[in-house]
């Protein structure tokens, strides 16, 4: 089983910027879109950004235009850069394989972000 380790986040005000990280522990990783997700406090797991094994993206409307999702097959690593920080992006930032199903889910990398 392929697995997942995010990394990256902390404690920002408002207007900050991070860069998460996660890295597969296989080189399957290449071979899949992937995706970034988060977890709010009491609320479901929601699909953030997906990146395609060829470097494609797509955003959802409450990030587009902050964040940014990039891979390096060589590292298997996912990254997403965020900017422009609001107190709503708090959460557990996780990543997975898009399809055709996630692998095992990683621990995840909180982020806070205070007003």
């Known amino acids: 089983q392929v697995q997942l380790v995010e990394s990256g986040g902390g404690l920002m005000q408002a207007g900050g910027s991070l860069k998460l990280s996660c890295t597969a522990s296989?080189?399957?990783?290449?071979?899949?879109?992937m995706g970034w997700y988060r977890q709010a406090p009491g609320k479901q797991r929601e699909w953030v950004a997906t990146?395609?094994?060829?470097?494609?993206?797509n955003y959802a409307d409450s990030v587009k235009g902050r964040f940014t999702i990039s891979r390096d097959n060589a590292k298997n690593t996912v990254f997403l850069q965020m900017n422009s920080l609001k107190p709503e992006d708090t959460a557990v930032y996780y990543c997975?394989?898009?399809?055709?199903?996630?692998?095992?889910w990683g621990q995840g990398t909180q982020v806070t972000v205070s007003s």
């Open positions: 296989a080189s399957i990783f290449s071979a899949y879109p």
């Open positions: 990146i395609t094994s060829f470097g494609s993206t």
């Open positions: 997975n394989r898009r399809n055709p199903s996630p692998w095992p």
